[in-house]
Structures are given as C-alpha cells and as structure tokens.
C-alpha cells in the first residue's frame, strides 16, 4: 500500500512538472512572437507581422491542451493545499500569457492593416524602448516562474511603473504630433502603447501567481488565498 500511494504521488509530481514546463515553453513562445512584434514595428517589416500572425495557432492550441490538462488533473488527483493552488494559479498564468500572445498579435494586425508605415525618429526611439521593455517585463515573469522565486513580484512590479512612465511620454509625443502624422496612425500608435503596456501587466500578475504559489497570499495580501494546511 505504502508503494503505491508513493507511486501515485510520484506520478502527480511529474503531471504538476509537465505543467510548469508546458506554460514555460507556451510562454517562450509568446516571448519569441512579442519580440518579433516589435521589430516588425521597428522596422516596417510586414512579413515578419505575418509571421507574427501566423505563430498564434500554435500558441492558442498549446493554450487549450495545457488548461484541459489542469483540469483533468485536478477532476482526477482533487489536489489541497500547495498543489491546489498551484494548480488553480497554472489556470490564471496560462490566461496571461495567451493574452500577452494576442496583444503581440494585434500590434503585428495594425501594421498589416495600414500596409505599412514609417515612425517620425522620436516616436521610433519611444517604441524601440517601450518593445524592448515590455519584452524584458515578461522575460522576467517566466523567470519567476521557472526558479519559483515569491520575491520576484515585487522588482517587476517596480520596473513596470517605468514601462508606463515611457508609455505616458509616447501618448504626450502622439498628443503634440497627431496633425503631422495624421490622425490614424495617432490612433495605431496609441494602441501599440496600450498592447505593450499591457504585456507589461501581464508580467507582473504572472510574477504575483508565482508568489501565491509559494507564499499562500499575493503581494500585498488577498483574503482569497488558500492556505497550506
């Protein structure tokens, strides 16, 4: 009896493994695709914006097998404790990566759409910062996730509040040159930085899940947290 309780306990530790190494991989996927937005972007390359596209079959059929598999595992093991909320947490980080997928996806849309455009020189520096900040925000929430590091919630979280510090610059930059650039690409601009804001976000929840998987409460505390027993 004891080697078969061990047996199935080994064998639910290697399923919660094949998770966190499934929503590693669906994430450096995203991060890949988030990349290539951007110098798609950068650099008015539209087959790589078709590229970008093109990826996010791949990315939304990882998502849907991954969150089934959470399910099934916990209709199957009914988990408590530490695995419960890791396994209820997997639900809410493969949500914000899909989600920084297909803000990745709506930047490379928008370039399609108006078949291409040039970024006055200041406005390519914002972007180029804001590209690459975004990129490395969300580097960073897979890094908590890979190491299980609870601390990590909160530095990302400060880093973030200068990815929206260069966000505000951008929208001030599109407000001062709307009429020279002309008024839809103010409009595209202006939701490239919400999509790249937004990754941003995403980052710092997926840091702040990892932090309730090995604490028990989010940064800042959540009377919603389930407790070790």
């Not at 064998?11 to 290539?36: I, Q, W």
């Amino acid at each position: 009896m004891t080697t078969d309780h061990s047996d199935a306990r080994h064998r639910f530790a290697e399923s919660l493994d094949e998770v966190r190494t499934g929503m590693l991989e669906l994430g450096g996927l995203v991060l890949e695709n988030t990349r290539r937005m951007g110098e798609a972007l950068l650099e008015n390359r539209l087959d790589l914006a078709r590229t970008v596209v093109g990826a996010d079959e791949e990315i939304d059929q990882r998502y849907s097998r991954l969150e089934f598999r959470v399910f099934e595992i916990m209709a199957r093991q009914q988990p408590v404790a530490g695995d419960l909320r890791f396994l209820v947490s997997a639900t809410r980080i493969l949500y914000e990566i899909e989600r920084s997928g297909d803000l990745a996806v709506n930047g490379a849309k928008g370039l399609l759409r108006r078949d291409g455009y040039t970024l006055p020189p200041h406005m390519h520096s914002l972007v180029a910062r804001l590209a690459r900040a975004s990129a490395d925000l969300f580097a960073r929430g897979l890094d908590a996730l890979r190491s299980l590091d609870p601390e990590a919630a909160t530095a990302i979280d400060r880093a973030d509040d200068e990815v929206d510090e260069v966000v505000g610059e951008l929208y001030r930059a599109i407000a001062r040159n709307a009429e020279n650039i002309g008024f839809d690409l103010a409009i595209e601009l202006s939701r490239i930085g919400r999509y790249l804001e937004r990754i941003g976000d995403h980052a710092v929840n997926i840091a702040e899940h990892v932090a309730f998987v090995v604490t028990g409460s989010f940064p800042g505390g959540d009377p919603s947290a389930i407790q070790d027993e």
